[in-house]
Structure formats: C-alpha cells, structure tokens
C-alpha cells in the first residue's frame, strides 16, 4: 500500500460544473505534488458527476466520493474524516488555489509546529475569471483572534489546517449551517494557534449562485450564533445549548442576540453583497438585495442609514440603464438628507446626458 501523502484536499460539490474543472485544473496544476484529492460529490443532477469521472481517470490521486445530497456540513465531514494526509487542505468548487499555494503552506507549518490553521489573502474574481479587489487578512495568532470576535477573517477557500486539530476540535456542526467554518475556527482559535499567508493563495469566485448569496439569511444567523457561543464560552467554560438543524432568531434570543443587533446585521450584509454584485455586473440581484435591505429598516431606523441605501440603489439603476428609476430613488435619499441635493442634481445631469430619450436597454 503506498505512504499516506502529506496533504489531503477536500472539496465538496453539488451542482457545479460550470466551474469545478477550473478548481480541478488548480488543485492538479500545483508546483506540491505529496497530495490526495478528496471531492465529496454530494448528489448533484448536473453533468458534476461526469467531470469528476473524467479527471479521476486521468490523474490517481484525485478520489471521488458520491453520495444522496445530505447538505455541505456533511460532506465537508464527511471528506475531511477520511483523509489520510496530516495536513487537510480546503477549495470550493468554484474557486481557484494559485499554483504554489500547497508549497507555501505546507513550509509554513513544516516551520511552525504549534500553528493549527493556515489561510491566506485572496483575489476576488467575477463569474468569468476577471479580478476586481484582493482581500487582506490579519496574519498572526493574536490579530487572528482578535478579529474573530466580530468576524470570519480565515477565508474557508484558502485553508490548511492539521488533522489531528480538526478531529481533537470534532469538526463542522450542522447547527451553525452556512457559517460552519467560522464556527470552527472560533473553537479551533480556543485551543491552538492560527496564521494567515500575506500571499494570495486562492482567487475566489463571485457570483449569484453561490451559498453566501443564496443563503445570506441563514448564514448571517449562524454567524451570529457562532459568535454568540464562542461568548458564552468564554464567560462560563460551557458549551450552550444549540438547535440541531440550524439556528433561528429565537435562538439567538435564548443566545443573548437581540433581535435589533439581527436586524442590523442583515441590513449590513444585504448592502455589502448588493456591492460585490454591482462590482461583477450582476445589477439585478443587486437591486434585489438592495430593495431587501429597505424592507428590514425598522420604522425607527436612522434617516441617514436608509438614505445611504437609497443612494447604492440608484447607483445600481443608473448601471441597470434605468435612469428615471435612479433620479426616483435619489430623490427619496434627498428627502431624508438634504445634504445629498448636489450629488440628486450631478447625477440627474449625468442620466439625461448618457440616456437622453434614448430607449432604455433591457435590464439584467
């Protein structure tokens, strides 16, 4: 039987053969070759199942798994509890690994032992590959930590942690659903050190279809949850109680989480994807996103935050070649704050100087 390799990679996939070849081609296109491939295919109905029968053919260190689709939490457990590397390295399916990320990480963690977790920064990429921002991360243990308490800064894509940390930790857990990862890298954060690369490792896809946007809701919760128990033990060294299948807003009270501090954190998430989906071009669920960040402004809500979103929206009718939509909702920023007529009145001229009386172009 042959030596066990030094890393196993682990990725799960449902439905993705629109880029999964492209994750693939990264994973086998490393200058680190000591590696296995674990791929989770977790019950697509897409042609996924024939792209990873093709490659398994040609390349043996890449192994596929199929099984009913019982969700990414298992089969992200699945993956990363039969791995016999001692390293587990993580890639999404519709990301991308740069070619020497595995060399790097793995002489980072041959050079520090007591180092547990191991990201990177990464390169934003729209749907067709192009790159639009590079993510910054905080790089040593007390940074990490640190930042941990008010959010996910170990990019789940650019991650290679050790085996047995992950299996003394128990894993990811269903409860916190869409933000298992953050979950885990605060119980990990608890018991050993953690790193992150200044290098970009990982060129991560943005797009409509992925789970942070499909699942914004649960995993804004989640997040919060996670964070709420990481609190809780601090405070008291036990463990709360958490529903099995996912947290709610009820458990999030019983948390300590009011339901204004959800509210608010919804809001804010809704904006900044409505931002990354503008940066890609995907106006539409822009506008969506947008229009759903209203819909959760509490009666009470401050004039200047609700104006704030009116203004991203009618920057995104204004891409979306709606201008007549975008004085509207300028105008209603207005009316909450005064001081934005100068900007009301530059971006009137602007639409009636690029649009004119023009037909407006179907929208996305």
């Known amino acids: 039987m042959p030596a066990p390799p030094l890393v196993s990679v682990v990725l799960a996939v449902f439905d993705g053969d629109k880029y999964i070849a492209d994750a693939l081609d990264s994973i086998l296109g490393q200058s680190f070759g000591d590696f296995e491939c674990i791929v989770i295919n977790d019950g697509s109905t897409d042609n996924t199942a024939g792209i990873l029968q093709d490659y398994a053919h040609r390349d043996d260190r890449l192994v596929v798994v199929h099984q009913e689709n019982r969700g990414l939490v298992a089969a992200l457990n699945r993956g990363c509890h039969s791995v016999r590397g001692q390293y587990i390295a993580r890639l999404d399916a519709d990301d991308i690994s740069v070619p020497d990320r595995f060399a790097k990480q793995v002489d980072f963690l041959a050079r520090h032992p007591a180092v547990a977790v191991l990201g990177g920064a990464l390169k934003l990429i729209t749907p067709t590959g192009v790159s639009f921002y590079e993510w910054q991360c905080p790089l040593d243990d007390r940074q990490i930590k640190e930042a941990l308490q008010r959010g996910n800064c170990m990019r789940h894509s650019a991650i290679m942690m050790r085996k047995d940390a992950f299996e003394a930790t128990g894993g990811y857990r269903r409860a916190f659903l869409h933000a298992e990862d953050y979950d885990l890298w605060l119980r990990m954060a608890e018991r050993f050190e953690m790193a992150n690369l200044p290098d970009v490792l990982v060129h991560c896809r943005v797009h409509p279809h992925q789970v942070s946007a ?24 036990q463990e709360p109680p958490l529903p099995v299948e996912g947290v709610n807003a009820d458990a999030l009270a019983s948390l300590g989480v009011s339901r204004d501090r959800v509210t608010q954190e919804l809001i804010r998430r809704h904006v900044l994807w409505a931002g990354d989906m503008m940066e890609i071009g995907a106006y539409g669920p822009a506008e969506d996103l947008l229009r759903k960040a209203l819909g959760l402004c509490p009666a009470a809500a401050a004039r200047a935050r609700i104006a704030d979103i009116h203004v991203a929206l009618a920057r995104c009718q204004y891409l979306r070649q709606n201008p007549a939509g975008a004085v509207r909702s300028l105008a209603r920023a207005v009316a909450l704050r005064p001081m934005l007529a100068p900007s009301f009145l530059r971006y009137a001229w602007l639409a009636v100087r690029r649009f004119g009386s023009r037909p407006i172009q179907p929208t996305r």
């Open 214 to 237: 499909t699942h914004l809701r649960q995993q804004t919760l989640s997040s919060l949850a996670a964070q709420a128990a990481a609190r809780i033990r601090r405070d008291t060294g």
